[in-house]
Structure formats: C-alpha cells, structure tokens
C-alpha cells in the first residue's frame, strides 16, 4: 500500500530550500493570493494553515490583522525554511490527519493545493471540524480540472512519487465536508482553482 505521508515527506524535504522559486511554487501562489482575496482575519483571531510549506499564505495573511498564526507541515525542512522566514508565526511539524490542537481553537483552517496529498480526506476534514469555533470557517483551495481531464489526472497520480493521491470533484468535496459535519459548504471556480469554503454552525 503506498505511504502517501512518506512520499509527500521526502519530496517536499528535497524541494523546501528552493520551493518557493521554484516551477511548483509559482504554480501555488496564485492558490495563495485568492485565498487571501476571500479569507476573512479578524484581530484577536486564530488561524491554521495545514500543510503550509515556507509559511508564505500565513505571512501574507498576517499582513490582513493581528491574529495568531500556526503552520503545520509533514515536511520538516519545510518547516525549518517557514521559522526562518517567519519567526513571528508558530510553526510546526504534523499531519494532516491527526491536528495536534484542542477542540474549538481556530476561526479559520486554510489548505493551499496541497488537499490532493492528504491520504484521508475524511479524517482531515472530521479534525478540522473539530478544532474549529462555532462559526469557523475553512478554506481548501485545490486543482479544479474538468471531469475528463481530472479522471486523467487521477490516473497519473497513481503513479506519482511526490505523495499525490487525487483530485476531487465539486460534489466530492461537498459530501466530504457534509459528512465529517461542515455546512453552508460553498464551491468557487476560479480559472484552474476549485475553493471549498465550509463553515461549522
């Protein structure tokens, strides 16, 4: 069975020192930007981006308001560039899967093109819906790809070697959101880029 953690780990291992340089990393920043476009950050607040690589979304979105700041990453080198970037912004080793964070702690949960790496969306999205406030928000901003084109996608990934699992539909993303108990769960297309924005009431 392919250990999706491992392969994301070591992938992103070799890539942190030049990530945001490089080819991938300009890809993603666009992911960043319309997040930052949407995600409301209030003063006082807290947020956690899951699977955060250098920290860039977190920095940017610390520009917004004076809020607390936490970054999880499986990658630990991403994570020791993320504390040299942004040694104001709590940064830490951890997965997706298991959130190392007491119940209803954040406002927002953001995930920039990384949802397609997680190996159990289910379990991510059970723990987000944990430890965030009533009234929290999360914001997962992955690949969008027509049908034909995401089942391509899809099967490739089978044989990727960077801890790529799948990318998921619209409807996908709503009943995983449903069933790990998110609601008002919203879904904005914006060119290559699918938002799933999901609130816990």
Avoid: W
Wanted: glycine residues 6%; charged residues 30%; neutral net charge.
């Amino acid at each position: 069975m392919k250990d999706y953690n491992k392969l994301s780990r070591q992938a992103y291992n070799k890539a942190a020192r030049e990530y945001s340089d490089s080819r991938e990393g300009r890809f993603t920043y666009s992911f960043k930007r319309e997040l930052v476009n949407m995600v409301a950050v209030d003063d006082g607040g807290a947020v956690l981006d899951v699977a955060c690589g250098t920290g860039d979304l977190l920095y940017m979105l610390s520009r917004k308001a004076k809020a607390r700041f936490f970054g999880i990453d499986i990658a630990d080198e991403m994570i020791a560039e993320a504390n040299k970037r942004y040694p104001g912004i709590d940064f830490c080793v951890g997965e997706s899967a298991k959130l190392d964070f007491p119940d209803n702690y954040f406002d927002v949960i953001t995930v920039s093109a990384a949802f397609h790496h997680f190996p159990d969306p289910g379990r991510f999205l059970r723990e987000a819906a944990r430890t965030l406030k009533m009234g929290g928000t999360l914001y997962i901003a992955d690949i969008f790809a027509p049908a034909v084109v995401r089942q391509i996608f899809n099967f490739v990934l089978l044989f990727s070697k960077s801890g790529d699992k799948k990318i998921y539909s619209a409807r996908e993303m709503v009943r995983l959101c449903n069933d790990a108990g998110m609601k008002d769960v919203e879904i904005i297309i914006i060119d290559n880029i699918q938002i799933t924005r999901a609130n816990k009431i």
